[in-house]
C-alpha cells in the first residue's frame, strides 16, 4: 500500500518519549501485519528543545511539521524549565504550534470505557457509557488576544491585561466542525460561552444560530459556560458535542476528562481547515501532560497516546477500521486486568509502560487473526 503517510514525532519532556516509544510498537505492528507503512521523522518541542535551541520551538521543526500529514506530539514542560523566559517555556511552542498551523479545531473526546466506569470519581450510572466530545477553539480567544501584557503602574502595582476576543469567522468554522461531528455522532450540539457577562459570547451565540439554519437536523442548545461546568459534574450523559472557545474549552475538557476517571487515557486530535487542494494539517497528542515525577521509571500509561494515534488515522488518513483495531485492543487489553498505576484498581495486575504496549500489540494480533 502507499508508503506517503508522512508523520512527525515530537516526543517532548517528562513521560512523552516513552509513551511515544509505544506508539511506534503499534505502528511497526501495523506495518508488518496491515501493510501500511509511515514515513516518520523525529524532533525536539518543549523544555528538550529549550536545552538543545535555547527555544521550546524552532523555524525548522516548525517548517517540517507544516509539511507532513499529521504530527503525533507527546507532552511538553518539567519543573526543570519553570524559571525560563517567557516567550520560550515549553508550553509556548505548544501554542505556536497551534497557532502557525491554524489548528483552530481541537476536539477532546471523554469517553467512558467499560472496564474503567467504576474509577470515575462520580457514581458508576452517571458515567458509564459516557460518550461526549468536546471541540475547543485553539487559536484565539484569551489565548492570543492583543493586547496581552503586564505594565507597571505610575503609583506602583503593575496591570495586567489578556484580551478575549473572537471574529465571526473563527466562530463559524469552529462551530461547522461542531455541527458535523454531531450529524456523525447523536446529532445534539451544545454551544458553550457566557453571553450574559461577555461580548464574544453574544456574537458567539448569534453566530452558532445562524450556522445552525445550515444544520436543520441537529438539536442545538445554547448554554452558559458556568451551567456546563455544574451539567458536566451533574448528569454528564445530557450532552453530545461541547462546542466551546479556548479558554472554557480548556477547563471544560479538563473536567469532562476526570468523569472518565482516566485523564491518562484520553487523546486529542487538533486540525486546520481543508487547504484548496482538500489538505488538513493536524497534530495528534495525548491529553495528559508530562507528569516528571515518574517520568524515565517506565510507569507512564501509553494509552492516550496510542488511542490519539488511533484518532490519526481516523481523522487524518480516514482508515477507520485500523482506528477502530486500536480502540476495540485497548477496550480488550483493559477486560483483561491489565493497569497502569494511574488506573491501578484492585484486584487487577500492575504493569509497566512497556508491557501494556506489548499487550496492546498481542491484543491486536488476536483480533487480527
Ligand atoms: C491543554 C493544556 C495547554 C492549554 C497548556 C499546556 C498550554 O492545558 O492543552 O489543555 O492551556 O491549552
Ligand atoms: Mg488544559
Redesign the pocket.
Known sequence: MAANKKLLFLPGDGIGPEVMGQVRRVIDWMDQRRHVSFDMEEDLVGGCAIDAHNTSLTDATLDTAMNVDAVLLGA??GPKWDNVARDIR??AG??RL?KDMDLFA?L?PATCLPAMSDASSLREELVSGLDIMIV?E?TGGA?FGEPKMIEDLPGGGQRAVDTQVYTTPEIERVCRVGFELAGKRGGMLHSVEKANVMETGVLWRQVATEIGKEYPDIDLHHMYADNCAMQLVRAPKQFDVIVTD??F??IL??CAAMLTGSLGMLP?ATLSGADESGRQRAMY?P?H?SAPDIAGEDKANPLASILSFAMTLRYSFDMAEDADLIDQAVTNVLARGLRTGDIMQDGKELVSCTRMGEALCEELDKLAA
Open positions: 511538553v514542560g515549553p508550553e505548544l501554542l497551534r481541537n477532546r475547543r485553539s489565548y479556548n479558554l474549552g480548556d475538557s479538563d486529542s497528542e491529553v501532560g
